[in-house]
């Protein structure tokens, strides 16, 4: 009897922990859009789960991890996730492992007090290769992560973390 009550028990948690996890993810990013977070059928989310689990570990906040709109950004591009942190937000996307970005290639250009990025190398880019934003962003590949940081302090904090 106490085995099929524990047995029961663990099943209702199973699925709903889920539920759970989506729940404390939205009251921290305060975001009642549940379909924005990253969950377990996302190609992504083994990976993405794991960054998420060493910058825990070395003393950063996740928040949470949302969808990116960079999915797909690059050709065989597994996913990619839009991180919450204590110390800031940023992008992450994801190839299959043990591909890695080490073949990428950044050109930044400034125009007007604008600056444009655009990508070349392995793994290939779609045609739409052009990033612009008002302010300087960072990149920085880690394993088979490459990341989009748009606050110089955050990436200087991430290569710390990650390139020790």
């Known amino acids: 009897m106490i085995l ?77 996730a839009l991180y919450r942190t204590d110390r800031g937000d940023f992008e992450a996307l994801f190839l299959p492992k043990p591909q890695t970005f080490a073949g990428m290639i950044v050109i930044e250009e400034q125009q007007n007090g604008r600056y444009t990025y655009s990508f070349h190398g392995t793994p290939r880019p779609w045609p739409a290769n052009r990033v612009d934003s008002p302010r300087p962003i960072s990149f920085l590949w880690h394993a088979n992560h490459f990341l989009v940081i748009r606050d110089d302090q955050l990436r200087v904090k991430l290569e710390e973390v990650l390139n020790p």
């Open 4 to 80: 099929a009550l524990n047995v029961a028990i663990g099943v209702a948690l199973l699925f709903a922990t889920p539920q759970l996890v989506l729940q404390d993810q939205a009251a921290k990013c305060n975001s009642p859009d549940r379909l924005a977070f990253l969950q377990a059928g996302d190609p992504a989310y083994v990976d993405a789960m794991e960054l998420a689990q060493i910058l825990r570990s070395r003393g950063f906040t996740v928040k949470c991890v949302l969808r990116s709109t960079m999915e797909g950004a690059f050709e065989g591009l597994e996913g990619a």
